[in-house]
């Protein structure tokens, strides 16, 4: 399974959100059946949205937006903070050729437009209120970059953001998967930020360390290097889309009498896809019956 730990160091300076999300963006990557391009922006998105829901409240829920030109569309995570984290990516099957530096080239397949990160209040308990959303230009497409300028521009806080897979050549195709993001508290000590950045630059990429076993408070201790700090929080994390067919046929029943009634007599059936998980739906010509009775009652 999983983990996400919150650390704080230097006497409450810094707090540093880090994750092992293997097995979610695996999950991922199995559900969405993604090119190992689309399959690096995926998992990079999802990573970011399950460590960036580590600082939200119960019952909230981050949705993470990369709506660019490229050939990938839309990239979408959303999490809340009890460790659920689903997502997708509109055209699964965008790649790309590798970088010169031998490295997926997800810039190439995002490209250039907007990041959106929303932020809903209350939304697992029946609450919604406005949400909150903070809109800024893709300044990167690879995604850790673009998430530490949201937080920089959009919320004022100073970040670095570390987000990484590793894709193989046989299944599982995802090797390893983790984020980090450092956060600097207001009033941090110059000398502080520039040991981070400095250990930062000279530490060993993350996604070999957690091929190698490290897990999130290594990843803590990876970034902070000589810095003391304490671990303050710990949970699992999971790729769980949370739809059902409870939601599906509340969904049909929503399209009203008259649609439902033209699927029962020209399809016999129905089915609905989850645009999150790919999860399909299917209601057969009985299923649709029960669903118009229930508009009687």
């Keep these: 399974m999983d983990n996400l730990k919150i650390g704080i160091g230097a006497g409450g300076q810094v707090r540093v959100l880090a994750a092992t999300t293997t097995e979610l963006v695996r999950e991922g990557v199995r559900r969405h059946d993604t090119s190992p391009t689309a399959s690096a922006a995926l998992g990079r998105v999802l990573t970011g949205a399950a460590v960036l829901a580590a600082g939200i409240k119960d019952f909230d829920r981050l949705t993470i937006r990369f709506d660019g030109n490229g050939p990938a569309g839309s990239v979408v995570g959303e999490a809340d903070n009890d460790g659920n984290v689903r997502g997708y990516i509109k055209n699964p099957k965008a790649d790309a050729e590798l970088t010169d530096a031998g490295k997926f080239d997800v810039r190439g397949i995002v490209g250039e437009g907007m990041l959106y990160v929303i932020r809903e209040s209350g939304f697992e308990i029946g609450l919604k209120p406005d949400p909150y959303a903070g809109t800024v230009p893709i300044v990167s497409g690879e995604i850790a970059e673009d998430l530490a300028h949201y937080l920089l521009n959009s919320e004022q806080i100073p970040s670095a953001v570390l987000l990484g897979v590793l894709i193989g050549n046989t ?3 995802v090797v390893a998967a983790g984020g980090v993001v450092v956060q600097m508290m207001p009033g941090a000590n110059e000398h502080i930020v520039t040991m981070i950045e400095d250990t930062i630059r000279h530490a060993p990429h993350l996604t070999t360390v957690v091929r190698d076993g490290a897990g999130p408070e290594d990843l803590v201790s990876l970034v902070l290097g000589d810095i003391p700090y304490e671990i303050v929080e710990s ?24 649609e439902i009634e033209s699927m029962l007599s020209e399809d016999k059936g129905a089915m609905m896809s989850c645009g999150f998980c790919n999860e399909d739906y299917e209601f057969d010509e009985r299923g649709l019956e029960k669903i118009l009775s229930s508009l009687d009652a």
């Design 235 to 258: 949970r699992e994390i999971r790729f769980n889309c949370g739809c059902s067919t409870e939601r599906a046929e509340s969904l049909i029943r929503g399209l009203g009498r008259a």
């Design 171 to 173: 299944e599982p195709f």
